[in-house]
């Protein structure tokens, strides 16, 4: 799969300018102004969505099925390296995955829209990371993303250091797990911190519970079932026994409706734990989440066939398992039919290996072309004349 020679450098441009707009969700104006220019640039009309979203279509001028591909568009908060409290960074890829989208777009505009039958829909989405019912994918959909006309197929990639640089990993069905917002909270009488006995201290009775729900005899073998914490608070004085302690984090399975089915049994631990500390309440709350995200059968043929002359037969994994990871890209999977699959970046840069989600990471540039090349045989299996 062939692409302009100057396309790579472009694609590290592109990527570069994305990464220093970093944003939060629902923060990420700059970043859509970007997007907005560079789309106008190509002679494109793209159109705000959702906020902070971009939406743009790409016809080709002959009748035919209308394809979607999709790239989140937030950051991650992280402490920041001057010592700031907290900076945004796309710690999870998703500089690349919108510079691989601009990628896509100028090579149908140039080179791939004549010989194509039908139109390319490309969604920029906002607040990916946002998890639950304000997710950006929920907000695009309820404002007609997939409609006016129809959206038949709708695919996406997520890189990932598991994999090579130049491999992609794909799984049919059930592809990334299902997750629901959880939120643990202590509640006591506080006091001075060498006066109160352990009866009465939310800490150690908040961790008590933690280790509990997120401990190995909690997972649940047939639902894949498991907790994490992730963010703990309150306090406000070395002294001074808080009167309440929190934590919140996410129940996943890579089962549809695991998540609440472990969810509940949850709630049945932290009822029993909480009769051993009668003076204190404790409490577990079950939010919002993501749906299961399943690749759908009808695209199996066409994602393989695709990823193989993109990349080779060689260079095409595949998953086992589903991965423990969620996204709310499930969402749209949900309403037509649809796939994601998995983009390498592992290379001798440590920065290329280095865990998602953590400000270490940092996919090298020559994985966008790669990724490109993966959309575009997608889009000739979809609209390609025969």
């Known amino acids: 799969m062939q692409i302009d020679f100057a396309l790579p450098e472009r694609l590290g441009t592109w990527r570069q300018a994305l990464n220093e707009r970093a944003e939060l969700s629902w923060q990420e104006f700059e970043t ?3 997007l907005l220019a560079q789309l106008r640039e190509l002679g494109l009309s793209p159109r ?5 979203g971009v939406v743009v279509d790409i016809d080709s001028g002959h009748d035919g099925a209308c394809i979607a591909f999709r790239a989140d568009m937030d950051a991650l908060p992280f402490p920041a390296a001057d010592g700031a409290p907290m900076a945004a960074w796309h710690g ?4 690349m995955h919108m510079a691989i989208l601009l990628g896509l777009a100028s090579e149908l505009v140039t080179k791939v829209r004549a010989r194509l039958r039908g139109r390319v829909r490309l969604i920029f989405q906002p607040a990916e990371e946002v998890l639950g019912h304000d997710s950006g994918a929920r907000r695009l959909i309820a404002e007609g993303a997939l409609v006016e006309p129809s959206v038949s197929r709708i695919y996406a990639l997520h890189v990932s250091p598991r994999f090579p640089v130049g491999h992609v990993a794909y799984r049919s069905g059930a592809f990334m797990s299902e997750s629901l917002r959880t939120r643990l909270s202590v509640r006591g009488g506080g006091g001075h911190s060498a006066m109160s006995g352990p009866d009465g201290d939310t800490v150690l009775a908040l961790s ?3 280790a509990a729900l997120t401990g190995g005899a909690v997972v649940d073998e047939s639902i894949g079932g498991t907790c994490s914490f992730c963010t703990i608070g309150g306090g406000t004085a070395a002294n001074v026994r808080p009167t309440l302690v929190h934590a919140e984090g996410i129940i996943r399975s890579p089962h549809a409706g695991g998540a609440l089915q472990h969810g509940r049994r949850l709630l049945d631990i932290v009822e029993q734990l909480a009769t051993e500390h009668p003076s204190l309440s404790i409490q577990l709350e079950l939010g919002d989440g993501y749906p299961l995200l399943v690749n759908s059968d009808a695209v199996d ?8 002359a993109a990349v080779g037969a060689d260079a095409v994994h595949s998953m086992a398992q589903p991965s423990p990871a969620s996204e709310d890209f499930g969402a749209y999977v949900a309403r037509c039919p649809g796939a994601m699959f998995l983009l390498g970046t592992r290379a001798d840069d440590p920065a290329s290996r280095a865990p998602l989600h953590t400000r270490d990471f940092r996919g090298p540039d020559e994985v966008l072309a790669t990724g490109v090349r993966c959309f575009l045989a997608l889009t000739e299996q979809e609209l390609g004349e025969r």
Do not use: F, K, P, S
């Open 92 to 95: 999870c890829g998703h500089d």
């Open 32 to 34: 859509q102004a970007y």
């Open 301 to 308: 043929r066409t994602v393989m066939t695709a990823l193989t």
């Open 48 to 52: 705000v969505a959702a906020g902070t």
């Open 208 to 210: 008590r519970v933690i």
